[in-house]
């Protein structure tokens, strides 16, 4: 079955579709993008995903995008008959000529693409991931901190060392010295009961499956603490775990080739763990 996708006004199969050279996505890395994950055909909490997308869309001058993206990732999950599915919407700011000028681009370039998404065997879960500390530097204070930017090199860059040391993510630590992330999710720590979490402030992406893991920790009676965390703090922490759309959330269990606490998932992120499984299947109706 070919794989159909969304491109500027219509599915078409992923062969036809051709992205002009000037376009400043391609030029530059001027564009947004959003990552999500459907479970029965039914994309979790879109909205808040469409919702930063816009957002974000607004901050680096991206006209509006008038179409409705909510039918837009439905109609691709239909068009290539996905129930678990990964889905990447990419918005560019568009065509342009070839001296860098934004005046230039009138209308933004729409890609989404959805493909079946396999996710990790229970086994990884159990042993959790590997991290190393990224040489790379996260700023707190860039314009592209909190927005989620095809400009993804620095990501990428820190996810390849991570790769090269034998290691499943990077994190990264901002100007001040304090965690930031990790290459591609949000980090939590805990100690002595109380969930913690680098603040939006610190240079993080404001991600959607954070936000789900802070409320679910209320109707736990977890209180969760949103502060500057220390390196020093992670290692001597009793718990850690990271979250993103896909992996949503994984235990951290060893960094730079050291324990966390025991070296195994702790039983606190296991209820967490737990508790996400059953907020999404209520929120997509998936069985």
Known sequence: MKQIVYFNGKLVPLSQVSISPLDYGFLYGYGLFETMRAYGGRVFRLDKHL???????EKLGIPAITLDLKEVVT???EANKLSDARIRITVSIGEGGMAPDTCQCRKPTVLVVA???????ESVYKAGFKAIV???????????????????LENMLAKQEASAAGADEALRLNEKGSIAEASMSNIFLIADGKLITPPLESGILPGITREAVIE?????????????????ELFQTQEAFLTNSLIEIMPLTK????PIASGKPGVVTER????????????????
């Open 51 to 57: 919702s930063r997308l816009t957002g974000s869309a």
């Open 75 to 77: 109609s691709t999950l």
């Open 134 to 152: 990224s040489s790379l530097v996260r700023y707190s204070h860039s314009p592209l901190s909190g927005i989620k930017s095809a400009n993804y």
């Open 216 to 232: 679910l920790s209320s109707r736990l009676d977890i209180s969760a603490t949103e502060r500057d965390i220390t390196l020093k």
């Open 255 to 258: 960094i730079d080739d050291k």
């Open 272 to 287: 967490l763990r737990a508790k996400y499984k059953r907020l999404v299947m209520y929120e997509t109706g998936a069985v």
């Open 115 to 121: 493909e079946h998404y396999k996710h990790h065997p």
